[in-house]
């Protein structure tokens, strides 16, 4: 008999099937022991999913009978924008494109790797869901542990503090389906639930489009600041336009555009063009460059060891920093 009050883990070891619809629902067994669900039914209130659905989806899958429970003892977690916690982060920068594949990852990290050479403190939030691979791209390994007050304490690499979606995951190749609350829960508790500590910058790195991530974030943290990458190949401006509609939607201020992979293969400084006709400040263009597609031995990201990069960054944050 299914009730909701059971464990995750118990209902895996019971039914070791029931792994691959809990996890549709975002319900891992990492993920469980992280964000502390108590029982099936914990979870569901928690990520504002209809236990039913997942106990009638499970009952699918196992063959056992439905008999939901109600959940007592537990609070559920109000919706909505929560206060405070995130007064010790001075800024909170967003960076984001229409269109995937442009470059977001690579700019986040190097402006987030840049800025603590620089001696600022820094976060860094791999706020993709879908394909998080920023633990990848630094070769930074380690588990998300809780400290004593049931916060998450971010890995720490090249000086900054990360946080990513990829440890609750099963396996590297298990692609994400989570969806609509279960996505705005994970993020919420990625940017509440963490002991960042004092930051002088939270840099994050957003999946492309107007999936829910982006309408999240900006919805929860409207002081969030959004740095806009596109690429210089003639779509670019249709891209650029998505995602600057998307902020403007929201009141997010848009610090600027980045044009990154120019040079010879797309075409040169369609970004500055982009920016004028958006009316948004032009904020750099990086060359495409085939070392900058290689992962360091150690993962210490571009920043670090090219110079003409340093200083693409340099005049960026001239532009964007108080
Ligand atoms: N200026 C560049 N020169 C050469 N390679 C680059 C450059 N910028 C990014 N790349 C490479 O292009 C690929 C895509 O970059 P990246 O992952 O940063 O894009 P993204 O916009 O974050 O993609 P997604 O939308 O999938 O999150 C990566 O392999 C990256 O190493
Ligand atoms: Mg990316």
Known sequence: MLTGQETVHDIIVRHPEAVKVLHKYGITA??????????????????????KKILDDLAAATGEKVKEAKVTGIQAVKPGVRKGGLENIGRIVAVHSGKGGVGKTFVAVNLAAFLAE???????????????????????????????????????????KIVSMAPLLNSEDEALMWR??????????????????????????LPPGTSDIPITLYHMLPRCETLLVTT????????????AALA?????????????????????????????KLGVPFLGSISLHAAYAQIPADGSPHVADSGDLREIYELLWKKIGK
């Open 30 to 51: 990492e993920a469980a022991e992280h964000f502390g669900y108590k029982s099936i039914g914990h979870a569901a209130l928690v990520l504002k999913i209809p236990l």
């Open 118 to 160: 620089k001696g600022y403190k820094v976060g860094l939030l791999d706020a993709d869901v879908d394909c998080p691979n920023i633990l990848h791209l630094l070769k930074a390994e380690g588990k998300l542990l809780a400290d004593a007050r049931k916060m998450i304490v971010p890995l720490e690499k090249f000086g900054m």
């Open 180 to 205: 609509g609350p279960v996505v705005s829960r994970v993020l919420e508790q990625f940017l509440y639930d963490v002991a960042w500590g004092d930051l002088d910058v939270l840099v994050v790195d």
């Open 232 to 243: 210089p190949h003639q779509l670019g401006l249709l891209d650029a336009k998505k995602a």
């Open 248 to 276: 403007k939607r929201m009141n997010v201020r848009i610090l600027g555009i980045v044009e990154n992979m120019g040079g010879e293969v797309f075409g040169k400084n369609r970004g500055a063009e982009v920016a004028e």
